[in-house]
């Protein structure tokens, strides 16, 4: 991250930061890819904007369709038991939307999907993400046993859309698509190949707010459902996340991430918060949170 910032900074001192479209022209010239690395300051320069115009980012990149939105959590790889128990334990709080991380031995990942599935009820939704880790014998062999399941949705099973697309047309399973939806052009071509009915959509894999919203946009106009997250993240990436969840219609969203609740330290008094599985986007004008200074500590760099 910090090698690929020493890039971008100097690029954008001087520069608008209201300007986005600037912005990322300037991000693109100086760096190639390193997505990652122009996320965070995209999404700063969308709450500076939105604090200089008085209205949150929600307003400015779509407008606020919904008050609130369903989050999901992601259940630990392991057995049968252990992840049917952490997903009960999550759903009395609230969440009905749940991740289950496979990738391992194909026949025992398939028990337990099927398992936390007989577990739940019809309020629940189930996705078995295999983060691209299996390989495409054992992705068709987990997919041929979990077939037929309600409410269960297969993501990513393996790492290309190649290799996707063969495992789908053994399963009748719905799929999403996460580690190759990184633009607008492999979104489009995963479409055309008829490879998914949503995809999990992250701000770092695609450089920020700004074009997190023209993958956003042009997924609701194809009839493709979507998750929205990061990686990883807090306070700032939580709020990020939930404005972009908020000015989505509510059809097209599959649901939304709190990374502020998977961790410890909060920059941003740990908001936005969630409530009874359900996260709601900040009315404060910019991304609508406070970072607090001491918390996140003196900079590590600067630039004249």
């Not at 100086?30 to 904007?49: E, Q, R, T």
């Not at 077939?147 to 789908?168: F, H, I, K």
């Given at each position: 991250?910090?090698?690929?910032?020493?890039?971008?900074?100097?690029?954008?001192?001087?520069?608008?930061?209201?300007?986005?479209?600037?912005?990322?022209?300037?991000?693109?010239?100086?760096?190639?890819?390193?997505?990652?690395?122009?996320?965070?300051?995209?999404?700063?320069?969308?709450?500076?904007?939105?604090?200089?115009?008085?209205?949150?980012?929600?307003?400015?990149?779509?407008?606020?369709?919904?008050?609130?939105?369903?989050?999901?959590?992601?259940?630990?790889l392991g057995n049968a038991e252990s992840m049917v128990a952490?997903?009960?334990?999550?759903?009395?709080?609230?969440?009905?939307?749940?991740?289950?991380?496979?990738?391992?031995?194909?026949?025992?990942?398939?028990?337990?999907?099927?398992?936390?599935?007989?577990?739940?009820?019809?309020?629940?939704?189930?996705?078995?993400?295999?983060?691209?880790?299996?390989?495409?014998?054992?992705?068709?062999?987990?997919?041929?046993?979990?077939?037929?399941?309600?409410?269960?949705?297969?993501?990513?099973?393996?790492?290309?859309?190649?290799?996707?697309?063969?495992?789908?047309?053994?399963?009748?399973?719905?799929?999403?698509?996460?580690?190759?939806?990184?633009?607008?052009?492999?979104?489009?071509?995963?479409a055309e190949a008829g490879g998914m009915e949503a995809i999990?959509?992250?701000?770092?894999?695609?450089?920020?707010?700004?074009?997190?919203?023209?993958?956003?946009?042009?997924?609701?106009?194809?009839?493709?459902?979507?998750?929205?997250?990061?990686?990883?993240?807090?306070?700032?990436?939580?709020?990020?996340?939930?404005?972009?969840?908020?000015?989505?219609?509510?059809?097209?969203?599959?649901?939304?991430?709190?990374?502020?609740?998977?961790?410890?330290?909060?920059?941003?008094?740990?908001?936005?918060?969630s409530v009874d599985g359900r996260g709601r986007a900040p009315?404060?004008?910019?991304?609508?949170?406070?970072?607090?200074?001491?918390?996140?500590?003196?900079?590590?760099?600067?630039?004249?």
């Open positions: 991250m910090h090698p690929a910032i020493h890039e971008l900074a100097p690029a954008l001192i001087g520069a608008d930061p209201t300007n986005l479209a600037d912005i990322n022209r300037r991000m693109a010239e100086a760096l190639m890819g390193h997505n990652y690395a122009k996320s965070p300051l995209d999404v700063a320069c969308w709450d500076i904007f939105g604090k200089a115009v008085g209205r949150p980012v929600v307003d400015l990149i779509g407008g606020r369709l919904a008050d609130d939105m369903p989050l999901y959590k992601a259940v630990p952490f997903t009960l334990e999550q759903r009395s709080h609230g969440i009905h939307h749940f991740q289950l991380k496979v990738g391992n031995d194909p026949r025992a990942d398939a028990r337990a999907s099927l398992a936390v599935v007989e577990a739940t009820n019809d309020d629940d939704l189930i996705l078995a993400d295999a983060n691209g880790g299996w390989r495409r014998q054992d992705a068709v062999v987990a997919a041929r046993i979990m077939n037929g399941a309600e409410r269960l949705y297969l993501e990513q099973p393996c790492p290309t859309l190649a290799e996707c697309l063969l495992v789908r047309r053994n399963t009748t399973l719905p799929f999403v698509l996460d580690e190759v939806i990184t633009d607008v052009a492999a979104l489009v071509a995963a999990n959509l992250k701000l770092n894999r695609v450089g920020g707010l700004t074009k997190a919203k023209l993958v956003r946009d042009v997924a609701v106009e194809l009839g493709i459902r979507l998750t929205i997250e990061d990686s990883w993240g807090g306070d700032l990436t939580s709020a990020a996340v939930s404005h972009l969840g908020a000015s989505t219609p509510p059809h097209a969203l599959f649901a939304v991430s709190f990374m502020n609740d998977w961790t410890d330290n909060h920059l941003a008094g740990y908001q936005p918060r009315v404060t004008p910019g991304l609508g949170v406070t970072v607090d200074p001491e918390v996140l500590g003196a900079p590590v760099a600067s630039w004249p």
